[in-house]
């Protein structure tokens, strides 16, 4: 939609001296906004669910910025990807215990459709962290289970640990996220009958269709080498109970059509229309930032969800697929911005290339995070300034210049001979530069404040105003008529038929009425 003359350069072009420019620009806006007046009632044969871990409304911003400077951009009159979905709202992201959340908690929400307690994956609040004997009777199911036992095919991919807390709360049910293989979980949980996260991931829901990520050495008997990296113990097995995951895997699915791949070459040389089940495992941790990616050995995140798609989009029924770009939160914690947001970069690329294997017309796509973080950027910047730059002035009270990109707290907070570090005499635009943080911290916090959920396909509109964020796979599951929402899918002609489902719950409220 952007009319904007994309050669001419900072500080600001030309023509938009001209009122016309603005003026015909939101005309045409308002054109594709008028068109939005017909909205998608058709049933959503797919799901797709983009988070960005971290991915708080300043990090948005700032992305949109960095990927138009890398194409040359002034960048602010940038879109990403994710910017041209039709239907923006925002979640509230709090836990049931906790006002700033994590990303456990979160990911109970968003994925089973339940607020939960911070710390724990695929349980009710009325489990307790680490406290094993909580789980038992307090499971909630995703809406990756609800969408595997509707027929559908069912995708993991992340850049962090597939056992990580985000993908977790898609399959497993634990009272502790730290919980990743047997090795991390306390004597007292292993005898009371808890199972370790990486456990769960091939027990819980067996047949999980597509599985890519990290994590390799959780899956592995301790003390095994890693097949990557044999000498270096840190990335060895850390299993107790002997057991090699990936093993019985491929036995299981060996006649299936079942593959396991642990590096790019062998991921992208599989052809997906004879593959049915893919379990991508291409580092022992989280992948390596996209900055410091070895492009021969890791696969982008962009890679790896087409594969994903092509594989799960073989089935006549349709597919759900979790697309987690985790290390957006990472990078924040390590007060390392400009690994942050190019991190955020990759996913909206990630989210064009989903795009561009799916239709609008029966593919609801949701973009969203899990939380915020205490990262944001001002100090007055000019047009086109790079996002990761000093503001233009210099600080009034000690007379030194400072990064428009600034942490409320963290590692960054930095004292040299007792007053504020000059950044002028350090390269801030290092990689792993650790921006300027107010309170010293040697990991930054999340943010409280609502995030953004960007949605298009069928019923996106059901995503507007300001949601508790345990909506998000309701909405879902009731444009896909999967889970808990099916009465109004029995519409003949394809489309989710909205009037069943509102009758019962105008039936519910009067029903209340009566009891109050």
């Known amino acids: 939609e952007s009319i904007t003359n994309q050669n001419c350069l900072f500080p600001y072009t ?92 979160t990911a109970t929400a968003y994925l089973c459709g339940v607020k939960a307690n911070e710390g724990t994956v695929g349980v ?35 850049t962090t640990r597939v056992n990580h807390a985000t993908p977790s709360a898609a399959y497993a049910h634990s009272v502790d996220r730290d919980w990743y293989s047997d090795n991390e979980m306390p004597a007292e949980a292993l005898k009371g009958g808890c199972k370790d996260i990486a456990r769960q991931l091939f027990e819980n829901i067996p047949n999980i269709d597509v599985i890519l990520g990290g994590g390799r050495k959780y899956m592995f008997p301790k003390n095994t080498s890693d097949v990557e990296y044999p000498d270096v113990l840190k990335h060895s097995g850390t299993r107790n109970d002997g057991r090699n995951l990936v093993q019985e895997w491929t036995d299981r699915v060996k006649d299936k059509k079942g593959h396991y791949v642990w590096n790019k070459k062998q991921l992208l040389s599989l052809n997906p229309n004879s593959v049915d089940y893919l379990l991508g495992l291409f580092e022992p941790m989280d992948l390596p930032y996209d900055l410091e ?42 007060g390392k911005a400009k690994q942050a947001l190019h991190e955020a970069v990759e996913m909206d690329r990630a989210i064009g290339r989903a795009d561009l294997m799916t239709s609008v017309h029966d593919t609801l796509t949701i973009v969203t995070a899990d939380h915020s973080h205490v990262f944001n950027f001002g100090g007055y910047t000019v047009r086109g300034n790079t996002i990761f ?54 990991m930054e916090t999340h943010g409280g404040e609502d995030v953004a959920v960007f949605a298009k396909g069928p019923l996106a509109h059901l995503l507007h105003g300001v949601h508790e964020q345990n909506y998000i796979p309701h909405v879902m599951a009731y444009a896909a008529c999967i889970g808990q929402n099916r009465e109004h899918c029995m519409s003949s002609n394809g489309s989710a038929d909205l009037r069943p489902v509102l009758s019962s719950i105008a039936a519910l409220l009067t029903f209340t009425r009566l009891l109050c």
């Open 124 to 158: 009710s609040a009325a489990a307790v962290r680490s406290q094993c004997n909580s789980t038992q009777g307090n499971e909630v199911t995703s809406i990756l289970r609800w969408a595997k036992e509707a027929g559908k095919s069912v995708g993991i991919v992340t």
């Open 389 to 442: 730059g000093l503001a233009p002035m210099l600080s009034d009270i000690d007379q030194k210049p400072f990064t428009s990109i600034i942490y409320g707290n963290g590692p960054g907070y930095k004292l040299v001979n007792g007053v504020r570090e000059n950044v002028s005499t350090i390269d801030y635009q290092d990689n792993n530069y650790q921006a300027q943080a107010a309170v010293p911290l040697s």
């Open 293 to 334: 990616r070895n492009s021969n050995t890791d696969p982008s995140l962009t890679e790896m969800v087409d594969v994903a798609i092509k594989i799960l989009k073989k089935n006549p029924s349709g597919f759900y697929l979790l697309v987690e770009g985790g290390r957006i939160d990472h990078g924040h914690h390590e």
């Open 14 to 105: 030309e023509q938009e001296k001209d009122p016309k420019y603005w003026n015909t620009w939101a005309q045409q806006t308002l054109k594709n906004a008028l068109t939005l007046q017909n909205l998608n009632k058709n049933k959503a044969k797919n799901l797709i669910l983009f988070l960005g871990d971290g991915m708080g409304v300043p990090t948005v911003t700032a992305a949109r910025i960095l990927k138009g400077q890398l194409n040359g951009q002034s960048g602010e009159e940038t879109q990403l990807e994710m910017d041209k979905f039709p239907f923006v709202s925002l979640a509230k992201t709090y836990n049931t215990n906790a006002q700033v959340p994590d990303s456990a908690g």
